[in-house]
């Protein structure tokens, strides 16, 4: 049971390339969240998705893009990276919208835009 | 508007002591309070959660408080140990299909 999978775990870009964040989780879980940490500010919610084909925005969604056309898979883009998104990015899934249950995180994606 | 307020940022505890941190929020329509443990490296896990209506909740060595009057609840740890070095953050979140907030981080150190 490999639970939330985040890859890669260590990517470099240059300022206007874009890239995609990989996120899968095998525990059938309904919703599925995309957060980034960065020093002192906590983990700041980007989008979320409360099942496939439903998205929405959190906190800080510009700059970023997502679909969710399965269950297991929740991929956050960046269209054009800039210095301001250096950060780790953590995605997050929990069985269903309500929420009696915890999160499970994945291992995080440290991001560096160049 | 920053919706969960956690403090301090850092603490530095000895070995066998017990650590307290903090958190205020601001939205009375909360109704689920988690505190999540991240080590180096890793991402944040779940450690222990409660909801308004019980004023405390333990687990092992680990307690929440909660004050719904104040508006405020807070994580205690009890003989902490080196182990236990690592950043606490809590969270909320309100009715189904809402996200949880986090507040901003407490590093905690345990000195042997």
């Known amino acids: 049971n490999a639970g939330v999978t985040q890859t890669p775990k260590f990517q470099v870009l240059k300022t206007g390339q874009s890239m995609t964040l990989q996120c899968a989780q095998d525990m059938n879980h309904e919703y599925m969240s995309w957060y980034r940490q960065d020093p002192g500010m906590g983990l700041r919610l980007i989008h979320y998705s409360v099942g496939a084909g439903i998205t929405d925005q959190g906190e800080v969604p510009n700059g970023y893009n997502v679909s969710r056309s399965t269950t297991e898979d929740f991929p956050l883009r960046l269209l054009s990276a800039a210095p301001s998104q250096t950060s780790v990015y953590f995605c997050a899934s929990s069985p269903t919208v309500g929420t009696a249950y915890g999160y499970t995180f994945g291992s995080g994606t440290r991001l560096t835009v160049v | 508007q920053q919706q969960v307020k956690q ?91 809402t996200a949880l907030i986090f507040g901003k981080g407490t590093t905690l150190s345990v000195s042997s």
Not at chain 2, 11 to 36: H, M, R
């Open chain 2, 7 to 97: 403090s301090p940022q850092s603490l530095i505890v000895q070995k066998g002591g017990i650590s307290i941190i903090n958190c205020a929020y601001e939205n009375t329509a909360f109704d689920y309070f988690p505190w999540y443990q991240q080590f180096p490296g890793k991402g944040p896990a779940l450690l222990i959660a409660i909801r308004p209506d019980v004023s405390e909740k333990k687990e092992g060595r680990f307690t929440i408080s909660f004050n719904k009057s104040a508006k405020q609840f807070s994580l205690h740890i009890m003989d902490s140990q080196p182990g236990d070095s690592a950043t606490y953050f809590c969270a909320a979140s309100g009715q189904a299909g």
